[in-house]
Antibody, heavy 127, light 108 residues
Framework: QVQLQESGPGLLKPSETLSLACTVSGGSISSFDWSWIRQPPGKGLEWIGY???????NYSPSLKSRVTISIDTSKNQFSLRLSSVTAADTAVYYC?????????????????????WGKGTTVTVSS | SYELTQPPSVSVSPGQTARITCSGDALPKRFAYWYQQKSGQAPVLVVYDDSKRPSGIPERFSGSSSGTMATLTISGARVDDEADYYCYSTDISGYLYVFGTGTKVTVL
């Protein structure tokens, strides 16, 4: 049974760079795609982006200029970097495994969705 | 940008049926996915590809989609089903993924 564990600093100052890692246990990171999602206090879920097993990425347009998601197969980890953080980036950050399903209707169209999630890690941005 | 709109709250008595809707312009051509999030916990996938249930999810959870609206139905709701529920899908391009606004389900 695959398990995911987020790790990284819980407190940052404005303008710093958020760096989180997600360690995958119970399975190979090379077999799947992976995702980061966040949830500000008292608010809904926000998709941040995907990293595909090939290393290519897909980011939310609202964060694209500040975000990098990468994969390290040697450590069975994938990472999130978010630059120039502000108080608005305060949230619980979740990592998740992504399943890819090919559409039966549209040629070369794939769906991506999360099936296994980490417990989440709280990141607070405050001066 | 792309948006999925859900009602903020749904209340139901134990044993009754709760229906949670999710509205989005691309839903006629794109699958919807549903996540359950209990207080202080990570989300759990309860429906994928509009209407399929992952292993281990009770049969009382079902999904459907028609036109621009997807629906999660909880038949015979239990107190344990109290949670926030989020739909999830992609826009017509297939590159932008979004969560719905979320619905708080109360069973009392």
């Amino acid at each position: 049974q695959v398990q995911l564990q987020e790790s990284g600093p819980g407190l940052l100052k404005p303008s710093e760079t958020l760096s989180l890692a997600c360690t995958v246990s119970g399975g190979s990171i090379s077999s799947f795609d992976w995702s980061w999602i966040r949830q500000p206090p008292g608010k809904g879920l926000e998709w941040i982006g995907y990293v595909y097993y090939s290393g290519s990425t897909n980011y939310s347009p609202s964060l694209k200029s500040r975000v990098t998601i990468s994969i390290d197969t040697s450590k069975n980890q994938f990472s999130l970097r978010l630059s120039s953080v502000t108080a608005a980036d305060t949230a619980v950050y979740y990592c998740a495994r992504v399943l890819r399903r090919e559409s039966t209707v549209t040629t070369n169209f794939y769906y991506y969705y999360m099936d296994v999630w980490g417990k989440g890690t709280t990141v607070t941005v405050s001066s | 940008s792309y948006e999925l709109t859900q009602p903020p709250s749904v209340s139901v008595s134990p044993g009754q049926t709760a229906r949670i809707t999710c509205s989005g312009d691309a839903l006629p051509k794109r699958f919807a996915y549903w996540y359950q999030q209990k207080s202080g916990q990570a989300p759990v996938l309860v429906v994928y590809d509009d209407s399929k249930r992952p292993s281990g999810i009770p049969e009382r959870f079902s999904g459907s989609s028609s036109g621009t609206m997807a629906t999660l139905t909880i038949s015979g709701a239990r107190v344990d089903d109290e949670a926030d529920y989020y739909c999830y899908s992609t826009d017509i391009s297939g590159y932008l993924y979004v969560f719905g606004t979320g619905t708080k389900v109360t069973v009392l």
